[in-house]
């Protein structure tokens, strides 16, 4: 990341968009791409509050600055999905083709297939109800790195579930909170996290299902942490948001119950996070002000709080980034029907 000084703007110079026909939410960055001729991809969601919705997948190419659908893998998706995500380490696959995962009502499992013919098949749906064949909506997944024949989803049933993808099965399903879960990140092979309407964010260890440990509860009781990043460049740290609030509160999980740090700049509620893929010291957030700031973590914060490093205004409120492991110095911001690249 360059060295940019306090305030400084990302202009437009920097920043590539897609316009959708439909607004945007989930979006996902395909991992690094495996060859140079192949260019990486970027799996974007429609959101449109009925059955009948859209996942299109483009191509970016960061030499060209241009971002080029692909018509040929673009598939209806039932209900917006509320988040995408490809598989993070495909070299383990034995394929030649990338595997992106969606939730939804379901977990689902699709094949982007590239090849002499592009086309999109589906592999498998997911449903963690074992009693019926309605389901929970699930709100979020996040897939294991070190095992990624492991993913993690959470519902507003109150559980977590954790699929073995390979066999198809339940791992296990954990009651996790006392309402909604929001959002789930895995910390390790065995180790993850979520966050709940109850205002709680939790950790779990697979080796010790019946236990967790609370790390962090909402000041106000009952207000929601909506969303949860893990920091995989140092598992010390984790960031979550609470809901209607402009504060990114960062928590240290050796020292619980007190944030470490709260990132107050933002002048609307902050929607989205993500830490930076290479650096263990960085992290973007989105929110309704338009505004994607980047942080750099202080050893010590000062007693005026933390300033952004550098800010970037965009057309509308932003609703959802991710920041790209493939193509670190670039960022994605949702808002209406754009999606746009920021380089940092």
């Not at 060859?35 to 509050?49: D, L, M, Q, W, Y």
């Not at 394929?95 to 094949?111: N, P, T």
């Not at 589906?122 to 996040?142: H, M, W």
């Amino acid at each position: 990341m360059e060295n940019s000084t306090l305030e400084s703007h990302l202009g437009p110079e920097n920043s590539v968009t897609y316009d959708s026909p439909y607004p945007l939410y989930a979006m996902a960055f395909s991992p690094a791409a495996r060859t140079r001729h192949h260019h990486p991809k970027i799996a974007v969601g429609s959101f449109i509050e009925e059955f009948s919705n859209r996942v299109d997948i483009l191509s970016f190419d960061p030499d060209t600055l241009t971002l080029k659908p692909n018509p040929s893998l673009s598939f209806d998706h039932p209900y917006p999905p509320t988040k995408l995500m490809f598989h993070p380490n495909p070299n383990t696959l034995h394929k030649s083709h990338d595997i992106l995962a969606s939730s939804g009502d379901y977990l689902r499992l699709w094949e982007v297939k590239d090849s002499s013919v592009d086309r999109l098949e589906p592999i498998s749906v997911l449903n963690n109800s074992k009693t019926s064949e309605f389901c929970a909506p699930l709100t979020s997944f996040d897939w294991n790195e070190i095992e990624p024949r492991r993913i993690g989803t959470s519902s507003i049933d109150t559980t977590c579930t954790i699929w073995d993808i390979e066999k198809g099965v339940v791992e296990t399903q954990l009651i996790a909170h006392d309402k909604e879960v929001y959002d789930i990140a895995w910390g390790e092979a065995r180790v993850f996290a979520s966050v709940s309407a109850d205002g709680s964010v939790r950790i779990f260890d697979l080796r010790d299902k019946e236990h967790s440990t609370i790390i962090y509860e909402s000041p106000q009781p009952d207000t929601p942490l909506l969303r949860l990043a893990w920091n995989k460049q140092d598992l010390r740290y984790m960031a979550t948001i609470l809901m209607d609030s402009n504060k990114v509160v960062i928590l240290d999980i050796r020292s619980p119950t007190m944030p470490v740090a709260e990132l107050e700049r933002h002048r609307g509620s902050v929607n989205a996070i993500a830490w930076a893929p290479q650096s263990a010291r960085h992290i973007c957030s989105g929110g309704d002000d338009s505004q994607a700031l980047i942080w750099e973590l202080p050893t010590v914060a000062g007693p005026n709080g933390i300033d952004p490093m550098s800010m970037y205004s965009a057309g509308a409120e932003i609703n959802q980034l991710q920041w790209s492991a493939g193509q670190p110095d670039w960022i994605a911001i949702a808002f209406s029907n754009k999606m746009q690249l920021l380089k940092v």
